[in-house]
């Protein structure tokens, strides 16, 4: 008795789900930027996915601890998604308006996936605040942050860099070391409830 083929939608077919190569893409975008090198795979198969999950992580880690209190202090889930988004999309505008040839969507795929250091930064940070709270405590945390911002500004200028004209990219780089600079001081100053 002849079997019957299996159809597209069976799992036993070589073609990938949509779902599992859209989280390999995701990942390998994420050991691009653990990895920082020089390298237009993270330009040219650009999405937005990753950059969706990782702002939407930072933004639950940064949430304080009272849920229905107004008035505790923390940025609000809303307000970090907007200052990630917003500030990604004026570094963006500032790099097209310098001259730079990278695209709308590439660049805030490259400035998303670069949050990646910053969110294990807080997932440290987190785990770190377990424990009493000290000087110790503190210059941990510092540690982490500022390792992880650096981490974060090397591996975004990796791939922005050379799409900026020659005697433009100081003024390209410095918007993005604000960018997450204010990230990180979220980041350190996270206190819970």
């Known amino acids: 008795?002849?079997?019957?083929?299996?159809?597209?939608?069976?799992p036993g077919t070589a073609t990938p789900r949509p779902l599992m190569r859209d989280l390999k893409a995701v990942g390998k975008k994420?050991?691009?930027v653990l990895y920082p090198r020089k390298s237009n795979t993270l330009l040219r198969d650009w999405d937005l996915w990753g950059p969706l999950i990782l702002c939407v992580t930072l933004a639950l880690m940064l949430q304080r601890g009272s849920v229905d209190s107004e008035k505790d202090g923390g940025p609000q889930f809303a307000e970090v998604f907007v200052i990630v988004w917003f500030g990604a999309v004026t570094i963006t505008?500032?790099?097209k308006l310098l001259g730079g040839n990278i695209s709308f969507f590439q660049s805030l795929c490259v400035l998303g996936y670069c949050i990646l250091p910053l969110t294990v930064a807080m997932l440290v940070c987190r785990l770190v605040l377990l424990a009493e709270l000290g000087p110790i405590n503190f210059m941990v945390r510092l540690f982490v942050v500022i390792?992880?911002?650096a981490w974060s500004i090397v591996a975004s200028t990796a791939f922005l860099a050379d799409s900026q004209p020659p005697n433009r990219k100081a003024l390209a780089v410095y918007p993005?070391?604000?960018f997450y600079f204010v990230i990180s001081w979220m980041i350190l100053t996270f206190t819970p409830q």
Do not use: I, K, T
């Open 176 to 178: 993005v070391f604000l």
């Open 30 to 32: 994420f050991m691009h």
């Open 93 to 95: 505008l500032n790099s």
């Open 147 to 149: 390792v992880m911002f």
């Open 1 to 10: 008795m002849a079997e019957a083929a299996e159809s597209p939608g069976d």
